[in-house]
């Protein structure tokens, strides 16, 4: 079968490094270590795993870091090489419970997938975000499907799934809608996880997938008071204003937005530039995960209150003494697993299949490409924004020429 | 010889081309045969003794007021108060007119031996100026002597203890003003009146005023029921003031007023062509003005600014009158007139404006895109009195780069006003209603207005209201060559050229329109008949 294998090799990941760094984000892909390659599936590595066959399949934000050569040193122990990337994805299931229907996959390889038992206490409570055995077990390390030697991953025609990773699509569901359901999995955890409460004042930083499924979720399930997002091009700042943010402002007003939001002083330079709010806002979700990002999130963060980094960042230098002084909270927002409701503990997939068809997400799948484009499916991704796109998956129903999900409708 | 009143040029076949400001540029642009060219008539001849000029009105004061050195006496307390940075444009070469009438007043009040006596920029709501500024028209003696005694203030109307309530007039508009001016025994308001808006009872009631006073004129409603506010007894704005100014008399502030009046010489020799009528520009005149464009379209937008802002206008004094408020203000409307009034039969489909690269609020700073609508809309189409230049329902053309860019020192709530407020919406009623009272309350704001040089948070909403008249009467604004966003956020259409812009007015105003171009400077006051 035919896959896209990322392999351990640094001369082409030093030079991914380079040309993204040269030519910008994307441009590494054609020099790194990913190829198409014709190889065997993989096999099931226990019972209780069966086949899926990918349709859709994403690429986010953690994959182009990787392609880029950007992505941390920090998973070096969290993935085992050669692997398939690709974890945001809606298939057909082969084998098992779910034969023959159509799952989302829940890429966290926890315990259970692992064949470990008991589980660690995270998984034991349904956090599987939070395991504490990705690399162990039966299987290679991997914190996910799609950075796993043993499981393939979804930009392939094929790979093997846990029963316990398979969430079965409602009928009603499109394929385009059933891809986003892992990142907008991600952005409810990153809403629930950290509930704003109610009257709060909230600025989302940035207005990718991660970015707008992040404003849906807070609008879906926390009713934050008032919402800003910052958004740099046409598209998503006419999708954040439909997701349902309150204003919606370029990255370079969102210290003077943050401040008039929360009618605070700000400190200036002599110049007259707002250096950083002497109050601020309740919570920031950065969802871009760059040093400048954190930066902006210090500066209009208030006293006591919370940065949530959503979007993965990487080695960071930034001044934390803001941090420090103000007592600011800062915390990640990785994955998923349970959340605490009004109604009960509930699993995020599940609140994010209601987000997905209540909030209509599929409208953020921009363009789909074989697997053979391969290089402009990822240059695609990395200049999504300044191309009026959201989400860039890869189409594996049939070997075609690229196709937007309205020309699939048709 | 005596100069030459206005002119009204019609374009034909050889007539030169016509000189339009572009910001801190200019060039030249053939009209349509057929269109009509406003000139102010030239400077009147400057006061030939000015200072002598200015003891004689302090000695004969207008009205019913006796001469100001009656009115001082040792042991009384003095005000004096004058006109902030807004005045002249450009400013003067010094000395400045206000150096000379406060110098005069100093004179006859050490005389009387008055020796509680503080200066108080009338700022209202505008930017505090800085010591170079105070110091350049106050000059070096008056500045020395009174600012590091801390008697040369600037009105903060975000003071509360610095504020008195006068009560309300009989329309319910509250007066609110400067403690020292209003308790002081004699308050001397030293004008300088650039066009018919300046002076009168708005000195007082407007520059030594807060916010809730100020509200009461500066809002939606008495902008579009000022037409013009160059036509004190048309303008709701001045209605209101004069209003103001009878509840200030009746609660016992004496008020002497001064006020002085220009010429409208306003470039130096090197760049006088800029006032010059095309077709009798001199060689010499012509070469000035290739030259210079050709090197301002080289020069980096900030230093050709730097260069812009360092020219001083050689204005002289045409006249000054001192005394009773209102007959002065008769006297001085009179001699702005004799400046500035040019007879204009019948209006135009389209008035066509070239914006230079300053105006009240932007002295030693940006023009940002929200002055210059102020600018174009507000000051130029009210430079009228009868009737607007342009018909009813008449296209505006204006040409400016209006970038979009701000000081961020001077204009802060501007950039939240353009980045906030107009995003949502550019309409007069919603923009003020909505968000008016957030900006002027604005902690923020209020620091900056009173600790550093920013106007006050309400300000660009005061100067979007003063396009509101405009805004009513038109139904196209175009700018041409100007940053096609900017243009856009403000609600108006970009154009390339003013040929562009011609063709995008045909939509409204036909194929064959009638067209006026308003030719500053010199600047005129169109007595549209």
């Known amino acids: 079968m035919k896959a896209l294998v990322f392999e351990r090799n640094l001369p082409r990941f030093a030079a991914a490094r380079l040309a993204s760094v040269v030519a910008g984000s994307g441009h590494g892909v054609g020099v790194g270590p990913l190829e198409l390659l014709e190889v065997d599936p993989p096999s099931l590595p226990a019972p209780g795993w069966v086949r899926l066959e990918p349709r859709l399949a994403g690429i986010c934000g953690s994959d182009l870091a990787t392609l880029d050569g950007r992505s941390s040193r920090y998973f070096e122990h969290l993935v085992s090489f050669p692997f398939v990337p690709g974890h945001e994805i809606v298939g057909d299931v082969k084998g098992g419970r779910l034969d023959g229907r159509r799952a989302v996959l829940e890429p966290v390889l926890g315990c259970e997938a692992r064949g470990i038992d008991p589980p660690c206490p995270a998984c034991a409570g349904g956090h599987k975000g939070a395991c504490e055995r990705i690399a162990f077990g039966s299987l290679a390390p991997g914190l996910q499907t799609g950075y796993c030697a043993d499981t393939g991953g979804g930009w392939s025609?094929?790979?093997?799934?846990?029963?316990?990773?398979?969430?079965?699509?409602?009928?009603?569901?499109?394929?385009?809608?059933?891809?986003?359901?892992?990142?907008?999995?991600?952005?409810?955890?990153?809403?629930?996880?950290?509930?704003?409460?109610?009257?709060?004042?909230?600025?989302?930083?940035?207005?990718?997938?991660?970015?707008?499924?992040?404003?849906?979720?807070?609008?879906?399930?926390?009713?934050?008071?008032?919402?800003?997002?910052?958004?740099?091009?046409?598209?998503?700042?006419?999708?954040?204003?439909?997701?349902?943010?309150?204003?919606?402002?370029?990255?370079?007003?969102?210290?003077?937005?943050?401040?008039?939001?929360?009618?605070?002083?700000?400190?200036?330079?002599?110049?007259?530039?707002?250096?950083?709010?002497?109050?601020?806002?309740?919570?920031?979700?950065?969802?871009?995960?760059?040093?400048?990002?954190?930066?902006?999130?210090?500066?209009?963060?208030?006293?006591?209150?919370?940065?949530?980094?959503?979007?993965?960042?990487?080695?960071?230098?930034?001044?934390?003494?803001?941090?420090?002084?103000?007592?600011?909270?800062?915390?990640?927002?990785?994955?998923?697993?349970?959340?605490?409701r009004p109604e009960g503990t509930r699993s995020t997939f599940e609140l994010a299949f209601e987000l997905v068809a209540s909030a209509r997400l599929e409208r953020l799948v921009s363009a789909a490409y074989p697997l053979e484009r391969y290089e402009e499916a990822v240059a695609h991704a990395a200049a999504a924004g300044r191309r009026g796109s959201v989400k860039i998956v890869f189409d594996l129903r049939r070997k075609s020429r690229s196709r937007t999900p309205s020309e699939e409708a048709e | 010889m005596s100069p030459r009143p206005g002119f009204v040029l019609e374009v034909d076949r050889s007539t030169p081309q016509t000189l339009f400001w572009r910001g801190e540029g200019f060039g030249l642009e053939r009209l349509p045969a057929g269109s009509r060219v406003l000139y102010g008539p030239e400077p009147l001849a400057a006061l030939r003794d000015p200072d002598a000029a200015i003891r004689h009105a302090l000695d004969h004061p207008l009205g019913d007021s006796a001469p100001l050195r009656s009115l001082l006496h040792a042991g009384m307390k003095l005000t004096i108060a004058f006109d902030d940075i807004s005045l002249p444009l450009p400013p003067m070469k010094s000395p400045d007119v206000r150096q000379r009438v406060i110098e005069a007043v100093l004179d006859l009040a050490a005389e009387a031996g008055v020796d509680d006596v503080v200066l108080i920029a009338a700022l209202a709501l505008h930017r505090r100026m800085t010591d170079d500024e105070l110091r350049h028209a106050l000059g070096t003696r008056v500045f020395d002597a009174f600012a590091p005694h801390g008697l040369l203030v600037q009105h903060d109307a975000e003071d509360p203890a610095n504020l008195v309530d006068l009560g309300?007039?009989?329309?319910?508009?509250?007066?609110?003003?400067?403690?020292?001016?209003?308790?002081?025994?004699?308050?001397?308001?030293?004008?300088?009146?650039?066009?018919?808006?300046?002076?009168?009872?708005?000195?007082?009631?407007?520059?030594?005023?807060?916010?809730?006073?100020?509200?009461?004129?500066?809002?939606?409603?008495?902008?579009?029921?000022?037409?013009?506010?160059?036509?004190?007894?048309?303008?709701?704005?001045?209605?209101?003031?004069?209003?103001?100014?009878?509840?200030?008399?009746?609660?016992?502030?004496?008020?002497?007023?001064?006020?002085?009046?220009?010429?409208?010489?306003?470039?130096?020799?090197?760049?006088?062509?800029?006032?010059?009528?095309?077709?009798?520009?001199?060689?010499?005149?012509?070469?000035?003005?290739?030259?210079?464009?050709?090197?301002?379209?080289?020069?980096?937008?900030?230093?050709?600014?730097?260069?812009?802002?360092?020219?001083?206008?050689?204005?002289?004094?045409?006249?000054?009158?001192?005394?009773?408020?209102?007959?002065?203000h008769d006297r001085t409307l009179e001699n702005v007139f004799r400046q500035q009034i040019v007879p204009v039969e019948g209006q135009t489909d389209i008035l066509t404006m070239g914006l230079p690269y300053i105006c009240p609020y932007n002295v030693n700073s940006?023009?940002?895109?929200?002055?210059?609508?102020?600018?174009?809309?507000?000051?130029?189409?009210?430079?009228?009195?009868?009737?607007?230049?342009?018909?009813?329902?008449?296209?505006?053309?204006?040409?400016?780069?209006?970038?979009?860019?701000?000081?961020?020192?001077?204009?802060?709530?501007?950039?939240?006003?353009?980045?906030?407020?107009?995003?949502?919406?550019?309409?007069?009623?919603?923009?003020?209603?909505?968000?008016?009272?957030?900006?002027?309350?604005?902690?923020?704001?209020?620091?900056?207005?009173?600790?550093?040089?920013?106007?006050?948070?309400?300000?660009?909403?005061?100067?979007?209201?003063?396009?509101?008249?405009?805004?009513?009467?038109?139904?196209?604004?175009?700018?041409?060559?100007?940053?096609?966003?900017?243009?856009?956020?403000?609600?108006?259409?970009?154009?390339?050229?003013?040929?562009?812009?011609?063709?995008?007015?045909?939509?409204?105003?036909?194929?064959?329109?009638?067209?006026t171009h308003l030719h500053t400077p010199p600047l005129l006051l169109a007595d549209v008949q």
Request: some cysteine; glycine content about 8%.
């Open chain 1, 157 to 340: 025609a094929g790979l093997v799934a846990h029963e316990s990773q398979l969430h079965e699509v409602p009928e009603a569901l499109s394929d385009e809608a059933a891809v986003m359901v892992e990142p907008t999995a991600c952005a409810v955890h990153a809403a629930c996880s950290t509930e704003p409460p109610s009257g709060a004042s909230v600025v989302v930083l940035g207005a990718g997938t991660l970015g707008l499924c992040t404003i849906a979720a807070l609008r879906h399930f926390c009713l934050p008071g008032t919402l800003v997002a910052a958004a740099k091009h046409p598209t998503q700042r006419q999708l954040a204003a439909d997701l349902g943010a309150d204003q919606v402002v370029e990255p370079g007003e969102v210290v003077r937005a943050a401040r008039r939001l929360s009618g605070t002083l700000a400190l200036v330079s002599d110049a007259g530039r707002i250096e950083r709010l002497a109050g601020g806002v309740d919570i920031v979700y950065d969802c871009v995960g760059s040093p400048e990002s954190l930066e902006q999130s210090l500066a209009i963060a208030h006293p006591g209150g919370d940065i949530v980094l959503v979007g993965m960042p990487g080695v960071t230098r930034v001044d934390l003494a803001p941090l420090w002084q103000r007592e600011v909270r800062l915390r990640g927002a990785y994955a998923y697993g349970a959340e605490a």
């Open chain 2, 168 to 328: 309300q007039t009989d329309e319910g508009e509250d007066v609110e003003l400067n403690k020292r001016a209003v308790e002081s025994d004699l308050l001397v308001y030293v004008n300088i009146n650039l066009v018919a808006m300046d002076g009168g009872h708005k000195s007082v009631a407007t520059g030594l005023a807060s916010y809730k006073s100020l509200k009461h004129h500066h809002n939606v409603r008495t902008m579009r029921a000022s037409k013009s506010f160059m036509d004190r007894h048309h303008s709701q704005l001045h209605t209101s003031n004069w209003r103001m100014g009878k509840l200030i008399a009746e609660a016992g502030v004496k008020i002497f007023q001064i006020e002085t009046t220009l010429n409208t010489d306003t470039f130096p020799p090197e760049m006088r062509f800029l006032q010059r009528r095309e077709w009798e520009w001199t060689a010499r005149d012509r070469a000035s003005f290739f030259a210079t464009s050709k090197a301002l379209e080289r020069t980096p937008p900030e230093l050709a600014r730097r260069i812009f802002h360092s020219v001083k206008a050689p204005h002289d004094l045409t006249s000054v009158q001192a005394g009773e408020v209102d007959a002065v």
């Open chain 2, 366 to 515: 940006i023009m940002n895109p929200i002055l210059v609508a102020c600018l174009g809309l507000g000051y130029f189409f009210n430079l009228y009195r009868g009737r607007p230049l342009v018909r009813e329902g008449g296209v505006v053309i204006m040409s400016h780069p209006t970038p979009w860019a701000f000081n961020p020192v001077h204009h802060p709530s501007y950039i939240d006003f353009f980045e906030q407020v107009l995003s949502e919406t550019t309409d007069m009623l919603e923009v003020e209603s909505k968000y008016e009272t957030a900006f002027a309350t604005d902690p923020w704001y209020i620091h900056l207005y009173r600790t550093s040089y920013a106007y006050h948070g309400v300000h660009p909403f005061y100067m979007w209201y003063w396009c509101a008249h405009a805004l009513e009467h038109v139904s196209k604004v175009i700018i041409v060559g100007g940053d096609r966003a900017a243009v856009r956020r403000l609600g108006f259409s970009p154009a390339s050229t003013l040929a562009d812009a011609l063709e995008m007015a045909s939509d409204v105003v036909g194929r064959d329109p009638s067209i």
